[in-house]
């Protein structure tokens, strides 16, 4: 699915989902239609819940840290909410920084429960 939202901003968002064999390819594909590197390099981003926005940005530098140096960032865009957007960095930094963002994403959702309890 592709958000045309950021038409206007010179740029639009595609967002590839589905079983992630399928959704590699899928991504690839694009990269090379698009002209940009399949190999080496990739990016990736990541939906984050509004209300754990402020858990995530506390935790960039750490995540960045631990992942090997993988760039990272926190967008909020008009149509979509938060993403993070990893990379651009090789598949194993990727890998690593979702698995921590999962993790901090997954504290904030434990931390938000307790808080309401």
Known sequence: RVNQG???AGYSVAVITGHPDKVEVAERMVRQMLGLSVS???SKEIAI???HAPFVMNSLARIRMQSGGCPMDLKSY???GWRA???PANNE???VAEQLLT???AEAMVAGVQRSV
């Open 6 to 8: 950021t038409k206007d």
């Open 40 to 42: 080496g390099s990739a």
């Open 49 to 51: 819940p509004n209300e």
């Open 78 to 80: 008009p149509t979509m």
């Open 85 to 87: 957007i990893l990379g």
């Open 93 to 95: 930094q990727l890998m």
């Open 103 to 105: 993790a901090v994403l």
